[in-house]
Every structure is written in C-alpha cells, then in structure tokens.
C-alpha cells in the first residue's frame, strides 16, 4: 500500500525555519514527480512548490519563491522542503504528494498520492 509520511512541521517564530520530509513507501517514487501544498483554516489548499523525477527542475509559487527550496533524493525515496524566513502567513497544513507525470506540475488534480499533512505555526 503506498504511504507518504510527512515530518518537521512544527511551531516556529517569524524569521525561522523549518524543514520538512516526505518519506514514501509501498512502491518507488523516483520515477515521477512530486510536490508541496498546504492548506491554511477557511482555504482551499494551495500550491507551494514541486520537483521533477530527477530533482533537476523545479518551480515555486511567488509566495514562497527565494525563501522556500525543494528537493529529494530518490535513494531514500524521500523529498524534503526547506522553508527560511518563515511569515505568519505560512501557517497552515503541508502536504506531500505525488503526480502521475516525470515532471512537477502545480495543479492539485494532478496528484494521486496524498500524505496526511504536518502542521506548520509561524508565530509574529
């Protein structure tokens, strides 16, 4: 059965950081891309940033671009989201998933994997 477990989260003061992981299991991932969203409380859940197959492309949106980095590394079959200068504005839910293409891709219905969320707490 496959699962992503999502880790790292947690309460941070404005100005910090975090860094999350994504550890998948039940089949290997490192043939397809993945990505971060997350959810904040009365939104929809949103994009954050997403990776290639490879880890060689990757794009962000403008929210988070210059301050978070995503990469993975398909040996571990994990994928990690480094976020610096964390805002208020960031908290919310942080989701892995995985999507059915090589490539990263920003649209929420093209993911078919879904971790449960970490929590994640800016605090001004």
């Known amino acids: 059965q496959v699962q992503l477990v999502e880790s790292g989260g947690g309460l941070v003061q404005a100005g910090g950081s975090l860094r999350l992981s994504c550890a998948a299991s039940?089949?290997?991932?490192?043939?397809?891309?993945m990505g971060w969203f997350r959810q904040a409380p009365g939104k929809e859940r949103e994009f954050v940033a997403a990776?290639?197959?490879?880890?060689?492309?990757?794009s962000y949106a403008d929210s988070v671009k210059g301050r978070f980095t995503i990469s993975r590394d398909n040996a571990k079959n994990t994928m990690y989201l480094q976020m610096n200068s964390l805002k208020p504005e960031d908290t919310a839910v942080y989701y892995c998933?995985?999507?059915?293409?090589?490539?990263?891709?920003?649209?929420?219905?093209?993911?078919?994997?879904w971790g449960q969320g970490t929590q994640v707490t800016v605090s001004s």
């Open positions: 998933a995985v999507n059915r293409y090589s490539s990263g891709r920003s649209r929420f219905g093209e993911y078919d994997y």
């Open positions: 990776i290639n197959w490879s880890g060689s492309s990757t």
């Open positions: 039940g089949r290997t991932f490192s043939s397809y891309g």
